[in-house]
């Protein structure tokens, strides 16, 4: 059975710093593209970055809101992927997903139980 | 960025009828090789994760019932419930898996009456 389970969120004070962490199961992770995806009621469902795979030299990807902010990582011996988080906004807080890209296709078929993030002093 | 829209933002439907949900894109979802449109679709309940319901347009993914049904192509696709059932109320989201940044439409809450 695939799963994957995110940890790590909390409350930050704008400004701040948090790491959130998705461990998987169930699946070869080193075949399969990653990404962090986020949800607020304000924006709704938001991608937010995307790892590829070793033959892709873990090449990045990440939307324009979190770029030079957020950095994906990911650690294949250990079937996990990662977002660093760095000067959060209040704008940041919400709901964040780790999901799994389909091989064919890089929709997302798996989706974690999410992990809350809440900026506010 | 391609911009997703989808319409309506909710409905109210009985048990029994047709669905349909429409979402748009602001770009052409073909990519030219493959012949395939690079739009998926999800379904979220209260309290849940959002599931994958179709890809490239029409691929239903394992397990999901064959009364959802995806059509359309380049900028404009539809979500077909042919017989919706009590359960199916939820979110619909589009999304376009065609480039990054990877976009959502904003959403269309299916109510059950």
């Known amino acids: 059975e695939v799963k994957l389970e995110e940890s790590g969120g909390g409350l930050v004070q704008p400004g701040g710093s948090m790491k959130l962490s998705c461990v998987a199961s169930?699946?070869?992770?080193?075949?399969?593209?990653m990404n962090w995806v986020r949800q607020s009621p304000e924006k709704g469902l938001e991608w937010v970055a995307e790892?590829?795979?070793?033959?892709?030299?873990?090449?990045?990807h990440y939307a324009e809101s979190v770029k030079g902010r957020f950095t994906i990582s990911r650690d294949d011996s250990k079937s996990s992927v990662y977002l660093q988080m760095n000067n959060l906004r209040a704008e940041d807080t919400g709901i964040y997903y780790c999901?799994?890209?389909?091989?064919?296709?890089?929709?997302?078929?798996?989706w974690g139980q999410g992990t809350s993030v809440t900026v506010s002093s | 960025d391609i911009v997703m829209t989808q319409s309506p933002s909710s409905l109210a439907m009985s048990v029994g009828q047709k669905v349909t949900l429409s979402c748009k894109s602001s770009?052409?979802?073909?990519?030219?090789?493959?012949?395939?449109?690079?739009l998926a679709w999800y379904q979220q309940k209260p309290g849940q994760s959002p599931k994958l319901l179709l890809y490239?347009?029409?691929t239903r993914e394992s397990g999901v019932p064959d009364r959802f049904i995806g059509s359309g192509s380049g900028t404009d696709f539809t979500l077909t419930i042919s017989s919706v059932q009590a359960e199916d109320q939820a979110d619909y989201f589009c999304?376009?898996?065609?480039?990054?940044?990877?976009?959502f439409g904003g959403g269309t809450k299916l109510e059950i009456k």
């Open positions: 999901t799994r890209g389909l091989r064919s296709s890089h929709a997302m078929d798996y």
């Open positions: 169930g699946f070869t992770f080193s075949n399969y593209w």
């Open positions: 790892i590829r795979l070793k033959s892709n030299n873990y090449a990045t």
């Open positions: 770009q052409s979802l073909l990519n030219s090789s493959s012949q395939k449109n690079f």
């Open positions: 490239f347009a029409s």
């Open positions: 999304q376009q898996h065609y480039s990054t940044p990877r976009t």
